[in-house]
Structures are given as C-alpha cells and as structure tokens.
C-alpha cells in the first residue's frame, strides 16, 4: 500500500512539474510598442508631447481594450507618442509595432494589413472616420452647404502628415498643410488665412469638446468632407512574429465595433 502511495504521489508531483511551464507561458506578455500621435486631440487622444495623461484619450483606452483582449497578455503596451508625420515611417522602420494608420493609395511592404481570403486588404475589417470641415461662425454658412463644392477655389487648413490629404487634392482642393497641430491651424482660420480647416472624427459630435474652447467662433459644417477608413496596422516583421495575436486584434476590433461607444462615456462627463 505504501509502495502505492508513493507512486501516486510521484505521478502527481510529475504532472504538476509539467503543467509549471504552461502555466508560466499563459502569463507571459507579448511586449507591443504602440505609436499615436503625440498633439491633443479630445477626446480620442490627450494631451502634448510624449507624456501620456491619465486618462489618456477614448482611442488609447479602445487600443489597449484590443490588445489586452487579443492574446498579448496582461502587461499593458508600450505607448510611443510621435508627430504624425513621423508615424508611418516608424512603424515601417520597426520603430513601433502597431498604430492607427488611414487609407493611402500604396502601403509599404513594411506595414501588414488586414487581409481577406483572398489577400486583399480586407475593407470589411476597417474602423471608419469621417473628415468634417470646421469654419468661422461669423461666415454663416448654412447647414446645407456641400463642402466638397463650397471649398473649390478656396484653401483648407489640413495638418501635416495626414494620410487622406492626397485624395482632397486629387478631388480639387487647395489645401494648406503648413501646420502641424489643429490649434495652428483654427488660429490660421481665425486670421483669415484659410477658409476652413479639416478634422477626422468618429462622429462629428465627439468634437463638442474641441469646439467648447473657441466659444463659439467657431463652428463645424454638419455635412461631411470625405468618409475614410482607418486601421490599426502592425509592422509587417512584427506581425510574422506574433499573427495568431495580430489577427485576434482586429477581429476583436470587428466584433466590438460599439466598444468606442463605451469608453467614451468618462469622457463625455466633462461636456
């Protein structure tokens, strides 16, 4: 009986010592560095430079939902916080693993997408954005003006780096891109030195807190520019490294598309 016992107790002690290692790999960290921009932009991204504020902004909370709920692990991402010009080639050179990234008319092979079934950028895995058109309220444009024909021949303020920028000159449109914040660029509006400026949102409502500063000089145009899509791309060598985790993100992002929705709500306590 004790000969028994004692191999029971070795059986368990073995299988104990073999669960050890998976136990360990199922709390390791797949360390992400993520890139966003580095000006503040309520209410999806908060705050100057490279410090990141607590709370941070609505899309670095979405960010870190998705990589938290993804396989990465437990650890939070790495945040690096850059000029948006600048994004793009850090995520192609390596320098970072994930960012937001909008449409272009070529993708470096450096950057990996998602892809569809048959290798093409898969549309339907992409986040949407509209492009609004912020002017003075003292030009008493009426709700119903068409931007994309109202600002032919007239200049918009658009920040520097920005991916959709080559599709409004190709539509026509003269575009100031001198600046590289959207303060710079409502002060520009305000001087007179552009007729409009253009910004990315979600929904145009998620702009209250933007506009509140100005007090009411300025006001945006209820009528979208452009509809774009946008995602969260990965550095290709990046996504070769982990694709089980890179693609459980943006199936994660697919599937909780009204997530946004959700975190928003402890920003909009401050409207």
Known sequence: MNSLRAGLLLM????????????ASAAECVPIRVGYMDQNRPPYWLGEGDKVPDPPGAAVDLIRDAVQGSGFGPCMPTWVRLPVARIRLALANGDIDLAPLGELSYYPA????????????????????????????????????QPM?????????????????????EAGLTLDDGAR????????????????????????????????????????????????????AFNDAYYHAHPKQC???????????????????????ND
């Not at 368990?12 to 136990?23: E, I, Q, V």
């Not at 109202?150 to 000159?169: E, M, V």
Request: glycine share 6%.
């Open 149 to 169: 024909q109202y600002f032919k021949g007239k200049t918009l303020g658009i920040t520097q780096g920005n991916s959709y920028a080559p599709r409004l000159r």
């Open 110 to 145: 450096e950057i990996a997408l998602p892809r569809d079934k048959a290798g093409n950028i898969d549309l339907a895995r992409a986040l949407h954005n509209q492009v609004l058109v912020l002017v003075r309220s003292k030009d008493k444009l009426p709700a119903s003006t």
């Open 247 to 269: 693609e459980a993100l943006w199936t994660w992002l697919d599937q909780h598309r009204s997530r946004l929705g959700y975190v928003m709500q402890k920003y909009r306590k």
């Open 12 to 23: 368990l002690a073995l299988l104990a010592t073999l669960a050890l290692p998976w136990r």
């Open 181 to 232: 914040d959207l303060d710079r660029n409502i002060e520009k509006l305000k001087l007179g030195r552009v007729d409009g400026v253009v910004v990315a949102a979600v929904a145009p409502a998620h702009l209250k807190q933007t506009l509140a500063k100005y007090k009411g000089e300025i006001e945006q145009l209820p009528q979208p520019l452009l509809n774009i899509r946008v995602w969260l």
